[in-house]
């Protein structure tokens, strides 16, 4: 999941095993996360949620930064990559951590 702001962006990698990290376009970020159960859980459910979804995504071809207020998610299969954004302002209140069916629905509607 990658979000775009006014001069940077975030991303925040999520796989099946439960290991977390977040990359900022800054150079900084932070890698692993799954010695903790909470990140482990969650980023576990992310996966299980994206892989329900990942039906209704486009496959894609190229990977630009998103723009400001944007969040675009890929989710990384045996058949390749896919991808589907929205507004930040329809994810919920913290688009950074929280991920739902919702959101899901949203970003593959647009």
Not at 19 to 46: D, E, F, N, P, W
Not at 81 to 93: H, I, K, M, R, S
Request: one cysteine or more; aromatic letters at 8%.
């Amino acid at each position: 999941m990658e979000i775009g702001y006014t001069e940077s962006s975030a991303k925040l990698v999520a796989l099946a095993d439960g290991s977390a990290s977040i990359y900022l376009s800054s150079g900084g970020g932070t890698i692993g996360g799954i010695g903790h159960q909470t990140i482990r859980k969650v980023t576990q459910q992310m996966v299980q949620i994206a892989s329900e979804f990942q039906p209704q995504m486009k496959q894609a071809s190229s990977f630009p930064l998103p723009q400001k207020g944007e969040t675009t998610f890929y989710v990384l299969t045996d058949g390749g990559v896919f991808t589907a954004n929205a507004p930040e302002n329809e994810l919920g209140y913290n688009p950074a951590f929280i991920i739902t069916p919702l959101s899901c629905r949203s970003c593959c509607d647009h």
